[in-house]
């Protein structure tokens, strides 16, 4: 990875994670251990932590916990917070440093379009290789479909929601379960990349009960539509839990 994408990083964690609420995370931990299949949860992995916001949203639950992250200054901060975190860089033919079927859940969650198609389809067989028996893995990533995200200059390759399900299928022979967390486009995501705009309707939202009442009519739009046509292509991310035999 090159200085220009470090300073890419540095300065996005800054920006964009510095206020993220804990109790969001904490529904992705919800999602993984009502999904677990395996003898003893125990220890978790988030690839690309950041500055360590899942780690520190489940910390309190006492499991062991181990964050990777490429930036200077999301290591720094998991640092300050005591957060067992190392530095690593997603490149293809790279392992994971940790031994096989060691984790009780993977979480990848908002990584994987920040590297190319090879290399995330590497890493997907390198969470499987990880994962305990039973064990849980959780990528979400924006939706090729998502033109505001797709355009986002630091994304480097935005899944199909279908495509990354297709690729999950491929090691259908080493998963039990693929399970699908939905989320449907909403007007503001049709344009180019406008930081004005995620701002507005993502990252401070400045018409709550608007925007409430958007994704209410875009959630039944995308549902219609999936039920008549089996199509995701109203789909926002594409994000998929699965669970190891």
């Not at 990083?9 to 999904?35: C, H, P, W």
């Not at 949203?57 to 300050?80: H, I, M, Q």
Request: one cysteine or more; charged letters at 25%.
């Amino acid at each position: 990875m090159n200085m220009e994408s470090k300073g890419i990083l540095n300065t996005k964690l800054k920006d964009y994670y510095e206020d993220g609420s804990l109790i969001g995370y904490r529904q992705i931990f919800r999602e993984a251990v009502m999904l677990y299949e395996g003898k003893n949860f125990s220890k978790i992995l988030d690839i690309g932590c950041g500055i360590g916001s899942f780690i520190e949203a489940v910390t309190p639950f006492g499991y062991d916990n181990y964050g990777l992250e490429a930036s200077e200054y999301g290591l720094k901060r998991c640092k300050e917070k005591g957060i067992n975190c190392s530095s690593f860089f997603l490149q293809k033919n790279t392992p994971l440093p940790f031994n096989d079927n060691f984790f009780s859940l993977v979480v990848m969650n908002q990584v994987i379009e920040h590297v190319d198609k090879p290399t995330g389809q590497y890493y997907i067989k390198e969470i499987l290789r990880v994962l305990e028996p039973g064990g849980v893995a959780i990528i979400k990533s924006p939706s090729a479909y998502c033109k505001i995200w797709r355009t986002d200059p630091h994304h480097v390759y935005c899944w199909k929601p279908n495509e990354l399900k297709d690729e999950i299928k491929k090691h259908s022979n080493s998963i039990k379960k693929i399970t699908q967390h939905r989320v449907a486009l909403e007007p503001w995501m049709f344009q180019n990349y406008n930081e004005k705009a995620i701002n507005r309707w993502h990252k401070n939202v400045q018409h709550p009960i608007l925007k409430e009442m958007i994704s209410n009519f875009a959630f039944i739009i995308d549902k219609i539509a999936f039920r008549l046509f089996k199509t995701n292509r109203l789909q926002a991310a594409a994000n998929f839990n699965f669970v190891k035999k």
